[in-house]
């Protein structure tokens, strides 16, 4: 069975997610969201993740605040109004995530290749 785990993460102080006890030989990928779908952040994100021995996967959504969000009044949060170029990135993104777990699968376990 293939698990996905959601990363979400805050630059507030005070903020800390839980310790996660092991990374090692997992896949990700990113869904970023920002005046330029987070691009930046999210390489730097996939720095630190190689460290700790994660595989990123290389396609990635990226929300740009200017195209996939409504905003009625600036001091309001936005809604979310993704285009429908999206949905196929999220797509490519997910079998990407599953298809490099499943391949993984046999290192997690310990079975040599």
Do not use: C
Request: proline share 6%.
């Amino acid at each position: 069975m293939t698990k996905i785990g959601i990363i979400v993460g805050s630059t507030r102080p005070g903020r800390r997610g839980r310790a996660v006890a092991e990374w090692n030989d997992k896949a990700a990928g990113f869904v970023g969201y920002g005046l330029h779908g987070a691009t930046r952040a999210v390489e730097h994100l996939r720095l630190i993740l190689a460290e700790l021995k994660v595989a990123t996967v290389r396609s990635q959504v990226a929300l740009s605040l200017h195209h996939d969000f409504t905003f009625s009044a600036p001091t309001e949060p936005g809604d979310f109004t993704p285009g429908p170029h999206q949905h196929s990135a999220l797509t490519a993104l997910l079998n990407d995530v599953v298809a490099w777990s499943r391949a993984l699968e046999p290192i997690r376990e310990g079975v040599p290749a």
